[in-house]
Every structure is written in C-alpha cells, then in structure tokens.
C-alpha cells in the first residue's frame, strides 16, 4: 500500500466487459449496478470525522471502473478531495474499451497520470482485436506520460509461459512495474481449475528469482512482489505487501450496492456491514473485528518455519494444501542462504 494508512476500494460497478476464469469478481455474471458518488462520498468522509489524523488512498475498481459513467467517479472525487487533502487516487482497468477523450482527462488529473491494468497470455481476450487494443492503450497511455502497473495473475498459463518469457513481455510491453498476483478462491475461481498449485509457484518463484539473477532483470521495471520478498533480507523490512497481516486493519471495499468489506477479493461475499450505517459503528462493528482476528491468526505451521520471521504467515486468504502454503517458502529459503548464510 501507498504512504496512507487507509485504503478504499471504490468498486464503481459489480461486472465487466470481460469475464475471466480466474476472477474473483465474476466478470460479465456480477451484477450490472454501479455505485451512487454522493452515498459512497458521505461514508468516506465519516471517517475521516470519525478518524482525522488518517490519509488515505482511493483505488476506483470494479469490475471493470470505466463501466460505470465517468462523470460519477469525477463526482466522487470532488465530493472527497477537499475532506481529505493529502489523498491520492488510483484505479484499476482491463484497457480492452477505447480510452475518449472524456476517460483520458479524468485519468490525467485525478489519477495524476497513473494507472493499473491487467493481463495473462490467454484466459482475458476473447480474439486477437482484443490484445491488440489492450496493448494499442498501454502505448498511448506511456507515450502521454503514464506511469502504467501491469497486473498479472499467477494462472497455470503464466507458468506454462515461464519466468523469463513472462518478464521478456512485460519488458518489451514498456510499462514501469509488474506485480504478480496469486490466486484466491474467489468469483469465477471457485469453480475453474485455472490456479497452480502451491508447489507450482514455489518452484515458479524460485525460477524467476534465478532467471533475474541471470538475465539482470531487476533494472529493466520494478517487480514488485519480488522486490517486496528481496527487501526481506536486503533492508530487513518484512511487512511489505502482502505479508503485513494487517490488511483487514487498513482497508475498506465499498460494493457497488453500498455493502462493505475488507479484502476486495472476497468483499462480494464476505460484506459486514454497509454505507447507510456510522462510520464509528462500522469500524467498531464485531463483525469487522471478528475478519481483523480471522486475519490475525496464524496456521499452527507457521510458527516451526525457517522463514516464518521473513513471511510472517504471508496473505490470509491463501490456503494451506496439504503441508505446503502459499508464500514463497523456497525462494525465502534460497535467500537465506544467499544473503545470511543460513544453510538448513
């Protein structure tokens, strides 16, 4: 997360003009509803009442944002901009629909020229006019300047692809980072059989990490979930990501009808709460307590790990199979003995 101690995901509608397997917000199947500014303003600034030493960072997602009118999500970062002064404001889109002139200027000042996509080599486009639009947009939005953030999530497909074809794309794509991101069983997840196992993206992780080694991939963007393990050992930082066990602390997603969650990933599911109550009595509510223990915990394992003082337990939401969770437990271990020596 940013410098702001409170995250909002802003969910500006519930579907999307694409649906893939892996998606946890069920693509074109989630409802077709967007979010009301005015409603979802007033309950942000609740907070800010209820909380007034807190910054925070509004991210517009869905779905897919740009689905939603424009016009809304420019109403609601006039109703919220002044409220919080040292906000920033960001947003998340496939880039498969034409970037209007109208689209391009609200990116331009209020995202600030900064924007996330998304991407895998073969689950997310339906055709070949598809791909080509998608990356048509990634180069207009870097030749205007853009800071571009390439999601990409962890399929079996990516580890088919391989590390190093994976990081070549990304290169020769020209965004600045990538952040790799595993799959939760969320959404359409809950029934395709399109996640690796664990064991796969141990091994894949590790590959990348060699492959970087090799290839100096660490100068051509920054890769941010390798970054984030790498500062583990090299600034001793280890709360970075999705290891800081407090995200269910800082964040909240506003669904499109008004219910609120933590984690965006199960937030259409696992809602505790809604905009028509208190701030003060949503952020105090036992059941949003009850989600910040369930994160808490830790699964007994964890705490004989080698590594466990670098991982902490990593992402809450990602599931034990067998005796082998999802962190990148392998590479954590090859660092160890990289950079500290500690051979075991």
Request: glycine share 6%.
């Amino acid at each position: 997360m940013l410098k702001n101690d409170l995250m909002f995901y802003i969910k500006t509608t519930e579907t999307c003009n694409l649906n893939c397997s892996h998606c946890y917000t069920s693509g074109k199947e989630g409802r077709k509803i967007y979010f009301n500014p005015e409603k979802v303003a007033y309950w942000v600034n609740q907070v800010k009442d209820y909380r007034p030493e807190s910054t925070a960072h509004f991210e517009y997602h869905g779905g897919e944002p740009f689905l939603a009118p424009v016009s809304d999500m420019w109403k609601f970062w006039e109703l919220t901009k002044d409220k919080w002064p040292d906000a920033t404001y960001g947003c998340t889109s496939n880039l498969v629909h034409k970037l209007t002139d109208e689209k391009l200027e609200f990116m331009d000042i209020v995202l600030k020229k900064r924007l996330g996509t998304s991407w895998d080599p073969a689950i997310r486009f339906d055709n070949e006019k598809q791909r080509i639009l998608f990356q048509n947009n990634v180069a207009l939005l870097l030749d205007r300047g853009y800071t571009v953030k390439l999601f990409v999530s962890l399929t079996q497909d990516v580890m088919k692809m391989g590390p190093l074809t994976l990081l070549q794309y990304v290169k020769s794509l020209g965004v600045q980072e990538l952040a790799l991101e595993r799959i939760t069983h969320d959404g359409h997840a809950r029934y395709n059989n399109v996640a690796p196992s664990n064991l796969e993206l141990q091994h894949f992780f590790l590959e990348m990490h060699e492959v970087m080694k090799e290839h100096d991939a660490r100068e051509w963007f920054d890769n941010e979930f390798m970054e984030t393990v790498y500062s583990k050992f090299e600034t001793g930082f280890t709360k970075g990501g999705t290891f800081c066990r407090d995200c269910e602390q800082k964040l909240f997603t506003i669904n499109a009808d008004g219910s609120i969650a933590g984690c965006p990933n199960a937030a259409p599911r696992d809602y505790f709460s809604h905009i028509s109550i208190n701030a003060k009595e949503v952020i105090e509510s036992p059941k949003r307590c009850e989600v910040i223990m369930q994160e808490l915990n830790r699964d007994p394992r964890c705490y004989s790990c080698s590594v466990y003082k670098y991982c902490g337990g990593d992402c809450h939401q990602l599931l034990w199979e067998d005796d082998i969770c999802g962190a990148p437990r392998m590479l954590m271990k090859r660092l160890d003995e990289e950079i500290n020596g500690n051979i075991k």
